[in-house]
């Protein structure tokens, strides 16, 4: 009797479905902090604000760079005068959390923070930063401006091109970069400067491409068959 010995060959695929990991800690801002002026915001206070630092001071936005150009985090509220100057012109509510970042741009004030995340990504990787974004009308109108930059620490940078429009609406913004040879294996720095706009929900993320385990799965090899 011939005996036929069949192979099975197994192939066990683990999908990993957990949420993208976030390489920027405090990226929503929500943090309670308290700057050198006594200023203390904190998501669970309506109308609460506090400066990034300001000229001189210590004090700034937890995982964040000082941000010496009085950049402000602000819990707004519906009157829209969570700022330190007690105003009112049109933020009256973050995008994630309860807490946004800004600066005023008609009193000549912009914010300029950054922070090393400490990640490294490889060559063919795709570095992915996503923010949502705020131009006040009330605020610095057609005049908001804001850099949005990847950073890759002793390499180069890459940065987003931004449009102030529409306003008075969170708007979702995206940068991807391609890892470079060169830009791999470098830390990865998020840099954000502007005036007259507010940021908020920002991610870092990392994507590796996928393995292919099929060897030829494109079938491109050349080959001789059995009839010449």
Known sequence: MNKYIALLIMMTVVIDASASTNYLANGSFEQTFTDNYGQTVDASIDGSS???SGATATAYMPSWSADANWGYA????????????GENYGLTVASDGNIAYGARGNNGS???????????AAEGDTVTLTLDTIALSGDYGVNAWLNIYVQFLGDSQ??????NTPQDVWTAQSLQVVVSAGQAGKDVRVQLQGAGVHVDNVRLEIETPPTNYVVNGSFEQSFTDGYG
């Open 50 to 52: 506090a400066y990034g």
């Open 74 to 85: 602000s819990n707004p509220n519906a009157a829209g005068t969570a700022n330190p100057w």
């Open 110 to 120: 912009y914010f300029d923070i950054h922070q090393n995340t400490g990640a490294q």
């Open 158 to 163: 890459a940065q987003l091109v931004y449009v």
